[in-house]
């Protein structure tokens, strides 16, 4: 089992781009999220999703966007980057919404400059 | 909107000290969960947490759920240079709240001194 797959492992871009972070999960677990992590901020909900097709916003949800079309993908889209979005991002899956532990990728390491 | 706060945010210890990570809610808690991340590496799920007062060991680690449903806390005794890494606590809603969404505290990280 892969568990959680993200990718790419480190990004740079330049400010004004976008791009897509992937996640897949083969454990077929219905609840699906994306975090960013910040010093001193501990890890921040973006969105989540429950299933195929929903899709609710996190904490920080502005700049980004999600959908969730199978069950085993959910990519985060940076539809244009900012130096602010420079962060850890991971991306985690569980059973079911809330209520079962995370599994969480290897994480993200995007720089925007 | 739902706040999980955490203290400390930095701790450092000598080998063999012990150690404890407090978290607390704005809002009653349906369950805590706990994780551990290793420098470099990712959130590692240790334990969950459901009912008032519960109380869960895992070795040298003890975890407590308030009996309000609003507070936790992780304990560890005689702390070793594994115990090395940031700590996080996270809540989710309960009852008709329940949005699906895991907030998480800002983490308490452990150094231990050897």
């Known amino acids: 089992n892969a568990g959680v797959t993200q990718t790419p492992k480190f990004q740079v871009l330049k400010t004004g781009q976008s791009m897509t972070l992937q996640c897949a999960q083969d454990?077929?677990?219905?609840?699906m999220s994306w975090y960013r992590q910040d010093p001193g901020m501990g890890l921040r909900l973006i969105h989540y999703?429950?299933?195929?097709?929903?899709?609710d916003q996190g904490e920080v949800p502005n700049g980004y966007n999600v959908s969730r079309s199978t069950t085993e993908d959910f990519p985060l889209r940076l539809l244009s980057a900012a130096p602010s979005q420079t962060s850890v991002y991971f991306c985690?899956?569980?059973?079911?919404?809330?209520?079962?532990?995370?599994?969480f990728g290897n994480g993200t390491r995007l720089t925007v400059t | 909107g739902q706040q999980v706060m955490q203290i400390p945010q930095y701790q450092h210890v000598q080998e063999g000290e012990d150690f404890t990570t407090y978290c607390n809610s704005s809002t009653t808690l349906s369950n805590i969960q706990w994780y551990k991340q290793r420098p470099g590496g990712h959130p590692v799920f240790l334990i969950q947490l459901v009912k008032s007062g519960e109380v869960k060991k895992q070795k040298r680690l003890t975890f407590q759920f308030g009996e309000a449903k609003k507070n936790s806390s992780l304990h560890i005794t005689a702390t070793q240079t594994t115990d090395v890494g940031t700590y996080f606590c996270a809540g989710s809603l309960g009852g008709s709240s329940n949005t699906g969404k895991l907030i998480f505290g800002q983490g308490t990280t452990l150094q231990v001194k050897p």
């Open positions: 999703s429950v299933g195929a097709g929903i899709t």
């Open positions: 454990m077929n677990h219905e609840y």
């Open positions: 985690a899956s569980s059973l079911d919404r809330g209520d079962s532990p995370l599994h």
